[in-house]
């Protein structure tokens, strides 16, 4: 008899950690302006009327904005100028890594190879994949790997060169891939002066024009609960548009 | 040589004029010239627009502010005037169409019935061959795009061409991205050596025999892509007319993107237009 109490007991016990919810128990009814929470955190970035940035859809129309479908906007903290900025930056830089690779290392604190292969493994950093492009123009365009491309030009015979930039060509939007990346194209000019071994000569001049892709790559993070979206700038293909040689 | 306010209309009229040489680098030339030159199809777009924004304006607000820039000023720079062989009347009969008071026509980058047509030379079987690639911009409802091979034009492989399902792949990663006219096409090589995912690079709806065919030929490997050699733009989308626009390398105010050709079209002539000039249905 007792033992028979102790197994109801027991059973009743089991009962009520088994059994239905209590009032107590039920989770709290979702919070309608916790849009996060209501939404997925695909990126597909809209804009309001006023230029406001929202991850999606979703998002916006939960944070009760009027989504303004003519707009081409960036899931991203800054305006698309920043991002134009940000890639003529990589692209000057790129230069000056070109241009170090061609005076062969001199004027930095290890002039040998070091530097230069320093040089080509940085230059290569700024582009989003090694499979990124650079055409070289000649009888044919012909078009390389960016590393085969910084590699073939450790061989040029310069005693040094400058690369000098005009103003800003031109810069077209943003414009987004289907695969969730955003593409966009600088187009940037320039006078490359190579040198003879002495440096005081110019042996060779040329101007070019060159278009230079620009990717945003865009990252998902969360943020104090809340997802957000980073972009970041990465160079891709480059093509040679014109390029015509200065006559001494 | 400085630059008078008439120079956009007066070079279309008396003819273009050497720019100065190169040693004007330093001296602020280039920015003229940077104004001048259509460098990308987007700048075409905005200036055959009128948009504010596009550089040439700019320009000529800032330096030449007493000047009043016009619609039909621009879209009269967009023509090729090195080709003696416009017919003027024709050309006028456009301008008129696309500023017609009412509802002027604008273009846009995402419009349909517009191609890339890319010259290339292709390597068959070790020997080379000239050949082009027709591509089409295509645009989805999350304001995505890509473009896709759509036609393909060559001389060197069996006519009939050979029959076979569309071979289906969605990678979402593998794309010609929307930009990659502006580098003429430099991520083709890439992708016609991506024999795994290389159906991802043509569009389905334009799948034929021919077409069939040189996929299987690249992807055998025994068809490649040496060079390319040039983009041209067809425009089909302005109703009643087709654009061709070329790029034009010249030391010119003159120079860039600009049409190359103009002609009157219906709906069936761009239908013809579209079978054998672009050799796609």
Not at chain 1, 81 to 92: I, M
């Amino acid at each position: 008899m007792l033992l028979g109490s102790i197994l109801l007991a027991l059973l009743l016990m089991a009962s009520s950690c088994e059994g239905g919810e209590s009032e107590d128990d039920a989770p709290p009814p979702p919070d309608p302006f916790n849009c996060a929470a209501l939404c997925d955190d695909v990126v597909e970035a809209v804009c309001d009327v006023n230029g406001k940035v929202y991850i999606n859809r979703c998002v916006a129309e939960c944070a009760g904005a009027e989504v303004d479908d003519s707009k081409e906007c960036l899931p991203c903290r800054f305006e698309m100028a920043e991002y134009h900025a940000q890639g003529l930056q990589k692209v000057r830089l790129l230069d000056e890594y070109i241009a170090l690779i061609l005076n062969k290392g001199v004027n930095t604190t290890s002039p040998d190879n070091t530097a230069v292969d320093q040089a080509v493994d940085e230059a290569v950093e700024l582009f989003v994949n090694e499979e990124s492009q650079v055409a070289v123009s000649g009888t044919r365009t012909n078009y390389y790997l960016v590393r085969d491309y910084l590699e073939r030009i450790k061989n040029y015979s310069y005693g040094r060169v400058e690369i000098k930039w005009s103003e800003i060509g031109y810069l077209s939007g943003f414009k987004k891939g289907s695969d969730g990346n955003y593409y966009g194209t600088v187009t940037v000019t320039q006078k490359f002066s190579g040198y003879n071994p002495e440096g005081e000569v110019p042996i060779y001049e040329d101007v070019t024009r060159k278009n230079v892709n620009i990717v945003l790559k865009t990252y998902t993070i969360s943020r104090d609960g809340e997802i957000d979206t980073e972009c970041e700038v990465y160079l891709s293909d480059i093509g040679v548009v014109d390029s015509r040689r200065i006559e001494g | 040589m400085k630059y008078f306010p008439c120079v956009l209309i007066c070079f279309l009229f008396l003819g273009n004029f050497a720019w100065a040489q190169d040693d004007d680098w330093d001296s602020g030339w280039t920015r003229e010239k940077e104004a001048f030159v259509v460098k990308q199809y987007h700048e075409f777009i905005e200036r055959f627009n009128f948009d504010e924004k596009t550089p040439i304006v700019k320009f000529f607000k800032k330096n030449y502010p007493g000047y009043s820039l016009t619609r039909e000023d621009l879209i009269k720079s967009l023509f090729n005037i090195e080709d003696p062989d416009w017919d003027k009347s024709l050309q006028n009969s456009f301008i008129d169409d696309i500023m017609r008071g009412d509802n002027p026509v604008q273009i846009d980058f995402y419009d349909d019935n517009w191609f890339a047509e890319v010259k290339c030379i292709f390597e068959y079987k070790k020997k080379q061959y000239p050949g082009s690639v027709i591509l089409k911009l295509y645009h989805y409802e999350n304001n995505s795009s890509k473009w896709q091979v759509v036609g393909i034009q060559e001389d060197f492989l069996p006519k009939a061409g050979v029959e076979g399902p569309f071979p289906i792949s969605r990678d979402p990663t593998r794309i010609l991205n929307p930009m990659s006219h502006a580098v003429d096409f430099a991520s083709l090589y890439r992708a016609f050596r991506d024999v795994e995912g290389l159906p991802n690079y043509f569009a389905q709806e334009y799948w034929t025999p021919r077409m069939n065919l040189f996929f299987r030929e690249l992807r055998k490997g025994s068809l490649c892509l040496e060079a390319t050699t040039g983009v041209t733009y067809h425009l089909l989308q302005i109703d009643g007319w087709i654009l061709r626009l070329n790029y034009y390398s010249r030391n010119l105010p003159n120079s860039g993107i600009l049409i190359s050709s103009l002609e009157q079209a219906d709906v069936n002539d761009k239908a013809g237009y579209r079978r054998k000039q672009l050799n796609i249905k």
